[in-house]
C-alpha cells in the first residue's frame, strides 16, 4: 500500500530541472475563492440586500497598476443571489476596509461616520492649536487638570481596596453567626431560670406572634394552662385585651412574645 500522505518524491540521477517548459500565467489570471461579504450592500439591479457575512463563491484578481505603501490591491466578482446580477468590491489597506465598485451600493454605516466626523474634529483642533498659541495652552492646562482628577481617582480605588482587603468577609461571617447563637443562649439561661424560680407565678398564656415555631416551643412550657398562636399584631391586640393584667416578656430571638398572667388568688 503506497503512503497516503506524500511527503517525499523520488528524484532519479538523471533528473534535470532545467529541461521543465516554464509556465507562463497572465497577470491579471481570477482565482476560485470562498469568501463572505465584507459589509451591508444593496444590488442595483434587483435591489436585494446583501448582509454582512454572507458567503460566495468569488472571482479574485489583483489590481493592475494600482498599490498602496507596496501593498497589492484585491478585486473581487460575486453575483447576487437574487438576479445573478455581478458586483464587484476590492480592498481598500489604506482605511482597512473595502470599496464596492460596481453593482452594489454600500448601505449607510453610523460608526464610520462617527469615525470620520471625531477624526475631523481632531484634524480642525490641531489646526487651531498651530494657529492660536493661547489655545494651546489652555488645552494643556485642561488636559493636566483632567490628568491629576484621574490620578486622584485612581489613588482614592487603590486606599479603598487595601482597606477591603484588610477585612476578612468570612470572619465577620462567622463572628456574626457565633454572636447570634450566644444571643439565643443567653436568653435561653435566663428563661430557663425565670421558670425554675419558686418565687416568680408561672405564666397561664404565652402569646406567639410568628407561628412557624409554634410547636417545638409548645414543648417546652408543659405547665401553661393556655396557649395561644398569633400570626398578626391585630389577633395580639386581641388577646391582651382579653388579659389585662398580663406583662409582656421575649422568650428568645426568633420574634417572639410571651405574655404571662400572674396568679390571682
Not at 93 to 120: C, M, S, W
Not at 219 to 226: G, W
Amino acid at each position: 500500500m503506497s503512503e497516503r500522505k506524500v511527503l517525499n518524491k523520488y528524484y532519479p540521477p538523471d533528473f534535470d530541472p532545467s529541461k521543465i517548459p516554464r509556465l507562463r500565467l497572465p497577470r491579471d489570471r481570477q482565482y476560485t475563492v470562498r469568501l463572505m461579504a465584507p459589509c451591508n450592500m444593496r444590488c442595483t439591479t434587483c435591489g436585494e440586500y446583501i448582509y454582512k457575512g454572507k458567503k460566495f463563491n468569488a472571482r479574485k484578481e489583483t489590481v493592475q497598476n494600482e498599490e498602496y505603501l507596496g501593498i497589492k490591491i484585491f478585486r473581487f466578482y460575486i453575483k447576487c443571489p437574487c438576479c445573478l446580477a455581478e458586483i464587484t468590491f476590492k480592498t481598500d489597506p489604506e482605511n482597512a476596509d473595502y470599496i464596492v465598485e460596481h453593482g452594489a451600493t454600500r448601505n449607510f454605516q453610523a460608526l464610520k461616520l462617527a469615525e470620520e466626523a471625531a477624526a475631523k474634529q481632531a484634524k480642525e483642533l490641531e489646526e487651531e492649536e498651530k494657529n492660536n498659541p493661547m489655545k494651546l495652552l489652555e488645552n494643556r492646562t485642561q488636559a493636566s487638570k483632567r490628568e491629576m482628577e484621574v490620578m486622584e481617582t485612581l489613588e482614592e480605588l487603590k486606599d479603598l481596596n487595601q482597606r477591603h482587603s484588610k477585612v476578612d468577609i468570612q470572619k465577620l461571617l462567622v463572628n456574626k453567626q457565633q454572636q447570634l447563637i450566644d444571643e439565643i443562649k443567653q436568653q435561653e439561661e435566663e428563661d430557663e431560670a425565670f421558670y425554675k424560680n419558686p418565687y416568680v407565678s408561672k405564666p397561664l398564656a404565652i402569646i406567639f406572634v410568628c407561628n412557624n415555631f409554634t410547636e417545638k416551643i409548645f414543648d417546652q412550657f408543659e405547665n401553661c394552662s393556655l396557649k395561644l398562636a398569633l400570626c398578626s399584631r391585630y389577633l395580639l391586640s386581641i388577646a391582651l385585651r382579653a388579659y389585662p393584667f398580663v406583662y409582656i416578656r421575649p422568650i428568645c430571638t426568633m420574634n417572639l412574645v410571651c405574655s404571662s398572667i400572674p396568679h390571682i388568688p
